[in-house]
């Protein structure tokens, strides 16, 4: 299978390398930075919410709030538990904050996509060729998966090696929560591979950026396949985050802090840091995998290497901005609404949807006609009617059961 | 080397660049901090009380089952995603079995949901 | 960038559905029994019994179609032909019928009626593969050439299935009255029984792995599904570990002939091996060891036999039944179309070791049977001895052995299933009396139990006119036509020494003081149970008297490797 790779790789070596450390720099800043802002941006968007004025010192709106809490937090001393498993509970920051990082290599940040011309989002630095994009590995958004699963590790070693009971409670709960939603997440992934075809995130975006219904409607994944696999993932992802309304990993109330209550000092502004930097990496992904990525509707603006910058940017702060909107509107959930909502409405609706789709594209390809996609169509609603009318008929039974030997118990 | 490791080698620098600023943070903080520790506060947090018992305490067996469930799920993705790349070259027939797969895997959730394995409480 | 991805064609299987029949029907049995118990968890009693005497003549309809599909010469006849026929309609009307009756006198609860008429109809898809597509043309591919159907796959798709059938009635009084109601177990030997199908027509040794696979992991829960006893909950962890252990040696084994001959299809194999001479031939020679190992655990045969006195000691009764039968036949089938068939021009290489397993299972096998105090741990080393005398079969490496151990595992399925059966109903609640002593003066409390049981031991024991004698006398014959003489002799001794058991047995069942014994209290026999215990003892004796019917098939089912057309 011949990939559509970075045409950066085949050049000189050593300028190669320097635009590839140039990159990565790059990346690195503009992680920390966005974390940085966006801890200001949640505080004060929620205080505003709230009408309350929020962080309003440290610099002008109070921007500097979050570097003055990081610079504190260097100068507090660090406590390693008694109780601590110590080589554990030191390399959980790693596992926990390097995922984070590494996603991010995948996510294209920006290039030309402009559909007229059919350009492919290369770009030229310095006169060399490459995508706008730390890493174009040819199983990318498998490896945003890989490391979703590696950032469980973080948690789940933080809270055994603190050798304390809340954090212990709280790794187990978030490590069950996050695998119940990982299971979700890669079928909604799977739906969009369905579509592109390559798991090259690079190709994604070029996919998108072809012409659209009318050229008027973007040909974003979002539209292309059905709305589902995007709030799906949306659901999952915000789950898999632990942010509101599925905090209960660190639900103050009942756990302290969670896994990170025995972490202090500079080791807890590292899973702090994590936290914001997955939130930033999770709203990029759901950017690239639905939104299009750098690719916008690009018809009426001015053509540059920049435009595909600045529609990324501008679906990632949508994105940030609905993470802060969920923290200030919703409620919590309950554990068992949780597991539920993962296992019982997410999963199948998925899973479902992931076949019809499955079913769409193929006939698609094979040149279908309208009859014959409606008949497939409906085969499917019929299918899932009759599929979901057992569901139904089986939780009613399993009701009807339970109420049943309630009253034999009297 | 390849174009196809190449982009492995840069996620991976890009990796050892990010356990390099971990490792500069906590090497910082060592310098700045102070460090005068004591029994009290070593001690395991337990919202201000003496810790009892043993840290390492039981968890329910629902998160072990539920771990269990997510191997199942998790494997799946290993034959989904390849297939779903390629889906075109298996045609019908690979719709097929992906359809009876999937089905035998729905039916092993249907069967846990009815075990009563996914009820929490 | 995206037309660059190229398409590169996969090519999809030539399928033969009807080949696949018995396979198909066991697998979705087993996936609709699950889905249905999913739904509907319990039905209330009064429907249960409405619903179960339905099953009967569905179980009739079923044969009938599974046949018709698959061949002409069914009794119940061709779907394609009868259709139309007055007669016809009657006779299926009247069959009908009779098998609701029949299912109302069993008094058999839902899943196991469900299971025995799958079993029923895997059946009866054989009978009609056999005598319709085998007899007239030969010896076919299911799906592509990795599943073939021949005679050897045929016969050991039947003997599973009826092993399915017999032990479901088996489990269904069992299972009431230890008070493990549920469909799981029946689930899973459906399952289970699905993967020693796989193994009996796996041409390939990836195919042959994962039918392995899902035949063990499934026994593996089954042995541990009594939940309230530990005995079972060890046996089951005991199983599962030291069958993983022995699937690892296996998949070793099959990477090492793969390295050795550049595939793992048996027939690229043995035309491999046909066609090229190995000069340096290391390498396979490792793979046929670690072979020998992996299915030498699964079959039992010493030294790998250490895990099966525990097991079948801990496991439920049926469920020991079942290992005994189903597993171990579908086990040997592959000993036999890896070693015989695909190795065959290796033999003089394997020979040697086959031959020093079959002695050392044959003498372990009997000699330790005889110090046991424990029922089932007794004819777990019986089982092993007799795993022994098939060994001899597998040893001669000629259509004789071949055709003997086919004989040999048809015998001996029926014959362990009705010892195993007795032992169900006689050990009581809890399985807690297994102990010989408990078998003391069975004849003075159950007169039919004890004439029974000591038909199956006399048939062990290898008495003539039963069906034990005849498969001894084959496989000692096909020793003795490969020249293999000490090891005739060898298992001859054997045999006389497991009579010496087995006689005992039967003594202190006859002649014991009859002591009460607790566990047993006496009530009827379950009419299903004794139906199984019943088809067994007719099938050991009726065959053992007439030998012919079975020796005839065991001599046309010898396994054929056919190259995909």
């Not at chain 1, 302290?256 to 025995?262: C, D, K, L, P, S």
């Not at chain 3, 599904?225 to 006893?229: A, G, L, Q, S």
């Not at chain 3, 045969?301 to 250490?306: E, L, M, W």
């Not at chain 3, 807690?432 to 003391?440: E, F, P």
């Given at each position: 299978m011949i990939l559509a790779a970075?045409?950066?790789?085949?050049?000189?070596l050593l300028g190669d390398i320097l635009i590839t450390l140039l990159k990565a720099g790059v990346a690195f800043t503009f992680l920390l930075v966005a974390v940085m802002l966006m801890i200001w941006f949640e505080r004060k968007l929620i205080s505003d919410m709230q009408n309350r004025i929020g962080?309003?010192?440290?610099g002008p709106w109070g921007i500097f709030q979050t570097l003055a809490d990081g610079i504190k937090l260097f100068f507090k001393e660090d406590l390693v538990p008694e109780n601590a498993d110590r080589f554990v509970f030191k390399l959980a920051p790693y596992l926990a904050l390097v995922p984070a990082f590494l996603?991010?290599?995948?996510?294209?940040?920006?290039?030309?996509?402009?559909r007229k011309d059919g350009s492919d989002g290369v770009v030229s630095i310095f006169g060399h060729d490459t995508f706008l994009q730390v890493a174009d590995p040819p199983m990318g958004i498998l490896f945003f998966l890989a490391m979703s699963s590696i950032a469980i590790y973080g948690i789940m070693l933080a809270g055994w090696g603190s050798g304390s009971k809340y954090p212990l409670l709280g790794a187990v709960r978030a490590s069950a929560q996050m695998i119940s939603y990982e299971a979700a997440l890669g079928l909604a992934i799977a739906a969009v591979v369905l579509q592109t075809g390559s798991l090259s995130t690079h190709d994604m975006v070029i996919d998108q950026a072809a012409g659209g219904y009318g050229g008027?409607?973007?040909?974003?994944n979002i539209v292309v396949t059905g709305f589902v696999p995007f709030f799906v993932f949306f659901i999952a992802g915000t789950a898999e985050l632990n942010?509101?309304?599925?905090?209960?990993?660190?639900a103050e109330q009942e756990l302290?802090?969670?896994?990170?209550?025995?972490y202090s000092s500079i080791r807890f502004a590292l899973f702090f840091l994590a936290e914001f930097m997955n939130t930033i990496t999770m709203s990029a992904i759901m950017v690239l995998l639905f939104l299009g990525g750098p690719a916008?509707?690009?018809?009426?603006f001015p053509e540059g290497w920049w435009i595909g910058t600045f529609w990324f940017f501008l679906k990632l702060m949508a994105f940030l901005f609905t993470f802060v909107w969920f923290r200030a509107t919703l409620p919590r959930f309950r554990y068992d609404q949780l597991m539920d909502l993962g296992w019982k409405v997410l999963i199948p609706i998925s899973l479902a949807w992931f076949l019809l789709l499955a079913g769409l594209r193929l006939g698609d390809d094979r040149d279908w006609t309208y009859n014959e996609t409606l008949a497939f169509m409906v085969g499917c609603i019929i299918t899932f009617a009759l599929l979901g009318g057992l569901l139904i008929g089986a939780i009613n039974t399993a009701r009807a059961e339970r109420v049943r030997e309630e009253a034999d118990r009297g | 080397m390849s174009d196809f490791l190449r982009s492995y080698l840069t996620v991976a620098i890009f990796g050892l660049v990010g356990f390099a600023l971990v490792g500069a943070f906590l090497g910082l903080g060592r310098l700045l901090r102070p460090d005068k520790p004591n029994l009290a506060k070593t001690e395991a947090y337990e919202s201000g009380v003496d810790p009892t018992g043993d840290m390492w305490s039981q968890s329910n067996i629902r998160y072990y089952i539920f771990a269990l469930l997510f191997v199942m799920f998790d494997v799946e993705a290993v034959f989904i995603f390849p297939w779903a790349a390629r889906l075109e070259a298996y045609e019908i027939f690979g719709l097929i079995e992906m359809a009876i797969f999937i089905f035998i895997l729905l039916l092993g959730l249907l069967y846990a949901w009815r075990k009563g394995v996914l009820k929490w409480v | 960038m995206l037309a660059q991805i190229e398409t590169l064609p996969v090519n999809t299987p030539d399928v033969d559905w009807a080949g696949l029949l018995p396979l198909a029907i066991l697998g979705v049995g087993a996936v609709v029994l699950v889905m249905f118990r999913s739904v509907v968890k319990r039905l209330p009693a009064d429907i249960e019994t409405q619903v179960v005497t339905l099953v009967g003549p569905i179980t009739v309809l079923g044969m009938w179609v599974a046949g018709g599909y698959a061949g002409e010469n069914v009794p119940l006849a061709s779907v394609r032909d009868d259709v139309g026929e007055p007669a016809f309609y009657i006779g299926l009307l009247v069959v009908m019928g009779v098998a609701a009756l029949l299912v109302r006198t069993m008094q058999i609860g839902l899943d196991a009626a469900v299971t025995a008429g799958v079993g029923l109809s895997a059946i009866s898809a054989v009978w009609a593969l056999w005598d319709d597509r085998f007899t007239s043309t030969g010896p076919f591919n299911a799906i592509g050439d990795q599943f073939g159907v021949d005679g050897f796959s045929l016969v050991i798709t039947g003997v599973i299935a009826s092993a399915v059938v017999l032990v479901a009635f088996l489990l269904d009084d069992y299972l009431r009255r230890e008070e493990l109601d549920g469909p799981e177990m029946y689930v899973l030997m459906l399952l289970s029984a699905a993967g020693g199908v796989v193994m009996a027509g796996a041409n390939d040794l990836i195919v042959l792995f994962l039918g392995l696979e899902t035949l063990s992991i499934a026994v593996y829960v089954m042995a541990a599904?009594?939940?309230?006893?530990s005995e079972s909950q060890e046996a089951g962890l005991k199983y599962f570990v030291l069958g993983a252990f022995s699937s690892a040696f296996l998949l070793y084994g099959i990477a090492m002939v793969y390295g050795a001959t550049?595939?793992?299809n048996l027939i690229d194999i043995r035309i491999f091996l046909d066609s090229v001479v190995l000069v340096d031939d290391g390498l396979l020679m490792a793979g046929f060891a670690l072979l020998l190992v992996g299915l030498g655990f699964k079959v039992a045969?010493?030294?790998?036999?250490?895990w099966t006195p525990d097991v079948y000691q801990g496991a439920p009764t049926p469920v020991v039944a079942f290992m005994a039968s189903a597993v171990k036949a579908a086990g040997f089938a592959a000993l036999v179309r890896v070693f015989?068939?695909?190795f065959g021009g290796y033999s003089s290489d394997w020979q040697p070791a086959v031959y020093a397993l079959a002695l050392l299972t044959l003498v372990v096998g009997s000699v330790l049977a005889v110090v046991q105090r424990d029922a089932k741990r007794m004819l777990a080393y019986s089982s092993i001895s007799h795993a022994g005398f098939i060994l001899v079969g597998v040893q001669a490496s000629s259509p004789e052995g071949t055709a003997s151990v086919v004989f040999y595992a048809v015998a001996y399925t029926f014959l362990v299933i009705g010892s195993f059966g007795v032992l169900t109903v006689v050990s009581g609640r809890g399985d807690?009396?297994?102990?010989?002593?408990?078998?003391?003066g069975l004849a003075a409390r159950r007169p039919a139990l004890a004439l029974a049981f000591t038909i199956f031991l006399l048939a062990q024991a290898g008495?003539?006119?039963?069906?034990g004698f005849v498969a001894k006398f084959e496989v000692i014959g096909a020793a003795v036509e490969a020249r293999s003489y000490w090891l005739a002799i060898a298992a001859m001794v054997t045999a006389v020494v497991s009579a010496f058991l087995y006689l005992r047995i039967v003594l202190s069942m006859y002649m014991?003081?009859?002591?009460?014994?607790?566990?047993?209290?006496?009530?009827?026999?379950h009419p299903a149970a004794a139906l199984a215990i019943g088809v067994a003892l007719v099938i050991t004796l009726g065959f053992g008297i007439v030998p012919g019917p079975i020796d005839e098939l065991a001599r046309d089912a010898v396994p054929h490797l056919v190259a995909a057309g």
């Open positions: 970075d045409p950066l790789y085949g050049g000189d962080p309003n010192i440290a996603v991010f290599a995948i996510v294209p940040l920006g290039g030309d996509f402009n008027i409607i973007p040909n974003w942010r509101p309304p599925f905090d209960l990993v660190e302290v802090g969670g896994f990170h209550t025995e916008g509707p690009a018809l009426f | - | 599904m009594h939940v309230r006893r550049g595939s793992t045969a010493a030294p790998f036999h250490s015989v068939v695909t807690r009396a297994t102990s010989l002593d408990d078998l003391d008495v003539p006119l039963t069906t014991g003081t009859a002591a009460e014994n607790p566990a047993d209290d006496g009530s009827r026999i």
